[in-house]
């Protein structure tokens, strides 16, 4: 049985991926959480000792404000701890407990199960399998954790104002939004598409830019605005925080 602590926005995500596949039962201590679960199968459990009674991994989604407290009722438990609190090191929840410990960092595209999920720690084939059904799973060093959040965390909203961008682009030259962004959202797609496929960036590049054209014109004016500098300051400055809001 999966045990899921935390219902708010990545317990849920985890239970609306996995729910059709595996027992799960959930602890909130905030009972109307579990209001918004309509058509999800799981058992809700009115406390943590009843949620660990019939648990044999763990999913750990509580803030980390919230996550001390919880691992202290978990020192004597045994079983399997996937903690996927911003900033916990494997080495602090160890302090707490006896269980075994990975340490995962998903994002919220977890429920459609196209999520990114760091892992590291003690990591069963069980547990990979398990992740596995929610998106694609990078084993990472956990130094690299900061990155990742950056990245995989944060990094769609960075793409979300990159869209804003091209759709205001649109709506300056006379599209509607609407268009605009179904324009925008697929003309992306079938690019990471053909990234993923078999492309290397550098090459789909200069096949888009024909000399003298249309793309590389925008591109020279990316170029001179430094855009690829801003956006790895951006990714830098945003794995800085992560790395000093873990510190605290
Ligand atoms: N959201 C993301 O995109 C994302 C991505 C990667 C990692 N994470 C990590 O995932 C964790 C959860 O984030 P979230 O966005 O899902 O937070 P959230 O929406 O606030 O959900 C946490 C839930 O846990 C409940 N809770 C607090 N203390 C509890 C306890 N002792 N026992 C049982 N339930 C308790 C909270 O209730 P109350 O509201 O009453 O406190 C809330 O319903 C965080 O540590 C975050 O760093 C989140």
Not at 41 to 60: G, I, M, N, P, R
Not at 119 to 143: I, K
Not at 149 to 156: C, Q
Not at 159 to 164: N, P, R
């Amino acid at each position: 049985m999966l045990g899921v602590i935390g219902f708010g926005n990545m317990g849920s995500s985890f239970v609306k991926r996995l729910h059709k596949d595996y027992k799960i039962s959930v602890y909130d201590k905030d009972k109307s959480k579990l209001l918004n679960s309509e058509g999800l199968s799981f058992e809700a459990k009115d406390s943590l000792e009843e949620l660990l009674e019939v648990s044999e991994t763990l999913l750990l989604c509580v803030k980390p404000k919230d996550a001390l407290d919880v691992l202290k009722s978990l020192s004597s438990w045994q079983g399997t701890i996937i903690s996927c609190v911003a900033g916990l090191e494997i080495a602090k929840i160890q302090r707490f407990v006896k269980a075994r410990v990975v340490r995962i960092m998903p994002n919220l595209a977890v429920s459609v199960g196209l999520g990114s999920i760091a892992v590291c720690g003690d990591v069963s084939e069980d547990v990979r399998r398990m992740l596995s059904r929610c998106g694609e799973v990078f084993e990472l060093e956990e130094g690299l954790f900061d990155a990742f959040t950056a990245i995989a965390g944060s990094g769609p909203a960075f793409f979300y104002k990159f869209l804003q961008g091209m759709v205001l682009g649109g709506v300056y030259l006379g599209m509607s939004k609407e268009s605009a962004l179904k324009v925008s959202l697929q003309s992306i797609l079938g690019a990471c598409e053909l990234l993923k496929n078999n492309g290397s960036l550098e090459e789909l590049i200069f096949k888009v830019s024909s000399p003298g054209g249309t793309t590389i014109e925008g591109i020279k004016l990316l170029e001179e605005k430094a855009f690829c500098g801003i956006v790895l300051e951006c990714i830098a400055k945003t794995a800085q925080k992560s790395k000093l809001l873990s510190t605290l």
